[in-house]
């Protein structure tokens, strides 16, 4: 160890002020900021001062916690996992809290896993009555054992988790039995939007049943319209379609208009085009690429919303239909894109709250097309059971 | 004896070992401990450096800990005495004053009056509650916490030639040795800009929360690192270290 010498001698002066140099030019997750730096994850952040920070989009794989001051830390879109050492953080209001009481329980209690896989995958109806009943209803006898503060504990686990909606709904509607207060009701969303929006189906089963639930509460309103604006197209548009028909739509609406119908989301947009075409058939697709194309199609090959209904794309969609057999008139093209836009999630919604006069026709037409399709399947069917049969 | 200190500008722990004149056999750990707040420069910007909370830990080969002999030990008593007040004032106050429209298509004139009526109450309610902190406090395992009870930084001297533990010789000991150190944790160190100095805190007032954090982590396992680069940062820095080898 050095000695009797002072701080201003040792203090590293030009190792710092590089470092700030660094910091202040880049806008990184935290996970990249730390790589900048040359910090080492396994061991500078032992005990260290970490309140408040934004964990947004940063991959905390491998990083020691242990003994840090982690409270109110917040964000979306983080990644952990059991190489994560929380061990002696200090996690209260962070989004940190719920895993660390997970961990807790799981390692001290060896029937936990056996209880928690029961809930998962057990009856959705006998799930919902131990749920609705505060764990009244046994499930099995290894339930019996369970304290209400663990019941709490797989209830918020359960609720992140890949389940069925019949579970997912019971939870969010008894969320009051397995939340202490506002504070932890807000921590299960924090905690969802963190960890949990690898999968879109999870999201969009989430999102539509805390939209229609808890959409008076700001916080969760807020949290879920954040995902509306999320970097990844997936899982935008699963938040946009999960909150549709929810009345958070209906009281942000204008919002999620500027929001949805902004340039970042044409991608988002695209996709839905795609997938609702996709749905309808082929010659639904042929209408929104300008590639002549019915099948193989990547959503940024698809016309934008601002492309359709247009003469002068008509023009264009009809000219790469080329040597094709049938080729859609302008007229078909602008009937078929109608009927995309009338079946399209979200945008069927803003079209049918904006008064779109020719929405109820485009979906009658849809829907009578359909009928006359799956009379000509039918009939094929027929005639080729009557060829093959006896 | 060995006393070292990385910053004794800003940190003195110094240690001097006395014979106890009732027992030649028990020796008196005697502590100086002196913390002060820093200035250092960063570019063009000065900020301060503060301790928020310090950890002295002992370690001992060959003795014992003489049995209540640690200093700061927040022993309760088993009878709590408790001094409680309350007092509460009320204060009213009414406001009156009147208005009153009438307009009558019967009359020609109109007259305007106009009333209305508040009460405003202010209510004063002191809680007073007794009772002793302490600056350094025993903790488990031959360790011990120094911070200021209502978390200010540490600027002052806590320790003055107070007797922090006494050891008693082991006979059969063939080696007796104890070791002092002084350290901080990172999350209890703050480096902020200096008082007054408004181009530096600009530049903190910029940083966010984010990048705050990561460089106080960083400067701390700076100074870590000048000052003892043989041991690895584990989240702490090694501020002091005083060893004696009690064969001398």
Redesign the interface.
Known sequence: MKNDITIEEIWPESKIRNALTKLEEADLPFSELVELLGMQKENDFQNSSLTNVDFSNADLRGFNFKGADLRNAHGIDVQIDQTTNLTGALVEGSIFQSLTEERALFEDNASATVVYEALKHGDPYDVSGWISSNGEQLLSKKFKNITKQQSAILCKKLIVDDIDLTKRTTLFYHLDKFTRSNSDLRMVVKNFVAFHLDNPSVIRSFVSVAAQVLSKDEFVSRTILSLCGHKNVDVKEAAFMAIEKTPLFACNIRHICNLFFSQHNAPVRKQIILKTAIKLGGTYVLSVNAEGKTSNLDSTQVLDYHELLNEEIFLKVRASQGKRQNILSNREIELRQKEILANAPVFSTILARQGTDWLQTAIERSQIRKRESQKQLNSKIRNSLRRYSP | MIN???????CELLVEYQDNTEDENIQNCMVVLRVST??????DHECT?EFNRLYISVDHEGMEVVSGSLFGEPKKPNEVNRTSELAHKRDTKRNSSGALDISRTAFAANSKTEFGYSEAMNQDIIVREEGTELRVKARPNLRWEVREPDGTPLNSTLLLNDRLVAFSKHSTANRRRSSLSLRA???DIQIKPHSGDAKTEKLFA??????K???????????H????SSQ?????I?IS?CEHDHEE
């Open positions: 070292q200190n990385s910053f004794p500008d800003l820093g200035e250092v420069q960063l570019g450096v944790k990172q999350r910029y940083l966010t929360t984010n990048k954090r990561l460089l106080d982590i960083f400067i701390a396992k700076s100074l690192e000048a000052a003892t690895p940062y584990r989240g702490e090694l270290q």
